[in-house]
């Protein structure tokens, strides 16, 4: 370990034990931001070797928001080094376990690494609110954000609690409808896709009007998703208002099935119950790599540290590639992500006594410039490694936000692995849409299911 990460982890050792109280961020660490560290909370320098550079604003906000994702020179990068089954355990520490169990564990498995570029920017108004939110906000347990508005609520982290919250408030535009391609990929290579189209509307990260979380505030974002594809699974709806609390007071869910013809509520749409149409293989609260409560487990801020992790992948989710093209027995076809070299938060939620989750631990890698989590190991209730959870981390220009594009989900027991959030075969993500007032309603989706 070395002499920086030791110095983190010493300097978060308060922040370990406390999930009750406000975070306790002075004035002269919130002053660091913009200066010091990057207006999000990043550290703004590069590292020690320069592997990681220097934060110099990003790329700026470019393309027509119905813009598929534009590539920006740093497409025609080249490999510095790869990453392989012989010689893997060279570079041991800079990878997840996921990471390692796979290249173990498949002779074809690679990962590519490239040159590190921090591409991620946010709007000068996530800027400014994220600077004020530093010494207003603050953290009840794990589900009660206070005194948060429209930025990262907690830029300056002193729980791992708090660093997930940042990546479920980011900034994602005002509302968004999403084509997700999604696939179950056998051992084979044999896979069976599904399309669903995303209706997403923001209270929180909201620039025309954001909410500030607190008592009686507490909605921060409704989301409708509609199966069109396979004919068997299409018609079915899943509607969620989430609300920043647990259980059914933190998520209100009703689910639509063509076969029942009626929306029913569904407290069920939520921590480790499988998901509608993926056969098992994506759980509720791994959607957007992790979503919903955290009031399950306890969440230990290990630190930052360098890890080689998915960045930057234009190149997979390019319009002219296929689902067919990144679909291969095993893994992806490991041509097409990109990896690189960057600064993450590792968190640790260990599953509380008395509470049930399939994954009994489950460690997560946030990337610091997006708050994005980019991989997690999940491990089940013999502390055995069971799934692998990795977000390919994109940046795109057009809202100046990052997200998993697309996010995979690799069993080790079964040997089948899940895509979703790809875009290869559907249509660019939508952010023009205007959804009208009562779109997220129960009755208008049974209306719309009428028509």
């Not at 084509?179 to 290579?189: K, L, R, S, T």
């Not at 569904?266 to 957007?288: C, I, L, M, R």
Request: glycine share 8%; with cysteine; proline share 7%.
């Amino acid at each position: 370990m070395n002499k920086s990460l030791l110095l983190i982890i010493g300097g978060m050792a308060l922040g370990l034990v406390a999930q009750q109280a406000a975070a306790q961020v002075t004035a002269a660490e919130a002053a660091q931001l913009g200066k010091s560290l990057t207006p999000v909370g990043a550290t703004r320098a590069a590292s020690k070797d320069g592997t990681v550079p220097e934060w110099t604003g990003g790329l700026p906000k470019s393309g027509p928001l119905k813009d598929d994702y534009p590539h920006p020179a740093l497409i025609n990068d080249k490999p510095l080094f790869v990453i392989n089954h012989n010689n893997y355990t060279k570079y041991a520490q800079y990878l997840s376990k996921g990471s390692q169990e796979l290249l173990k564990r498949y002779s074809d498995y690679y990962m590519n690494v490239y040159p590190s570029r921090r591409t991620v920017s946010w709007p000068d108004f996530i800027y400014k609110a994220t600077e004020a939110n530093a010494l207003t906000s603050k953290l009840i347990g794990t589900d009660q954000p206070e005194g948060a508005k429209l930025g990262f609520p907690y830029p300056i982290p002193q729980n791992g609690a708090e660093v997930i919250w940042n990546h479920k408030l980011k900034w994602r535009g005002d509302q968004v409808r999403r084509y997700n391609v999604q696939a179950i990929v056998q051992p084979d290579g044999t896979f069976q896709k599904t399309i669903l189209i995303e209706s997403v509307k923001f209270f929180y990260a909201n620039s025309k009007n954001p909410q500030t979380l607190g008592p009686g505030h507490t909605a921060y974002l409704d989301y409708l998703s509609q199966t069109i594809a396979p004919p068997r699974l299409a018609g079915t709806f899943v509607l969620v208002h989430d609300k920043a609390s647990t259980g059914n007071s933190g998520r209100a869910a009703w689910l639509y099935s063509p076969g029942l013809r009626r929306i029913r509520r569904a407290p069920n749409v939520q921590y480790d119950n499988p998901y509608q149409g993926t056969d098992g293989n994506e759980f509720y609260d791994q959607v957007d790599m992790f979503n919903g409560a955290l009031d399950r487990y306890n969440w230990k801020l290990i630190g930052k540290k360098e890890m080689i992790v998915g960045y930057n992948n234009y190149k997979i989710s390019d319009k002219n590639v296929s689902l067919s093209d990144i679909i291969r027995p095993h893994h992806l076809n490991q041509a097409l992500p990109r990896y690189e070299m960057h600064r993450v938060w590792i968190v640790e939620a260990d599953l509380k006594p008395g509470m049930s989750h399939i994954f009994k631990k489950r460690v997560m890698y946030v990337d610091e410039d997006s708050w994005n989590i980019c991989e997690e190991d999940d491990y089940d209730n013999r502390g055995q490694l069971y799934k692998y959870n990795e977000g390919l981390t994109t940046f795109l220009p057009a809202v100046q936000t990052a997200g998993s594009v697309p996010q995979i989900i690799y069993d080790f027991f079964s040997g089948r692995y899940f895509i979703t959030a790809a875009i290869n075969g559907g249509k660019p993500n939508d952010w023009t849409v205007n959804f009208p007032p009562d779109f997220f309603t129960p009755a208008s989706v049974q209306k719309s299911t009428l028509q």
